[in-house]
């Protein structure tokens, strides 16, 4: 049974910064790629980052290129999300998935699992 779940969000500070889990099981990094993806009230999802399969080669969104950084431990079956410099425009639930082959990494219809998401809220 796959299962993902998300950790790490919180209250923090403009300028603050955040550093998201996405603990996996019921399938393999070998062959599942892992994004994290975030929503706030009114809107579509946007795609933030994703980790692919193969090469662990990354991609972000333009709003937080430079900012934020992906990344995976195969022994700790997570995935991190390290977010810097947080903007208040960074507020929302981020979620983690799960997707088999992508052709587009930003498209949420490609991800066959999804977590339940935390609260990232930027504030002062």
């Known amino acids: 049974q796959v299962q993902l779940v998300e950790s790490g969000g919180g209250l923090v500070q403009p300028g603050g910064s955040l550093r998201l889990s996405c603990a996996y099981s019921?399938?393999?990094?070998?062959?599942?790629?892992v994004g994290w993806f975030r929503q706030t009230p009114g809107k579509e999802r946007e795609g933030v980052s994703c980790?692919?399969?193969?090469?662990?080669?990354?991609s972000y969104g333009d709003s937080v290129q430079g900012r934020f950084t992906i990344s995976r431990d195969n022994t700790k079956n997570t995935v991190y999300l390290q977010m810097n410099s947080l903007k208040s425009e960074d507020t929302a639930v981020y979620y983690c998935?799960?997707?088999?082959?992508?052709?587009?990494?930003?498209?949420?219809?490609?991800?066959?699992?999804w977590g339940q998401g935390t609260q990232v809220t930027v504030s002062s």
């Open positions: 980790i692919s399969s193969s090469d662990g080669r990354t």
């Open positions: 998935a799960a997707g088999g082959p992508l052709i587009s990494w930003i498209n949420v219809n490609e991800y066959d699992y």
């Open positions: 019921g399938f393999s990094l070998d062959y599942y790629h």
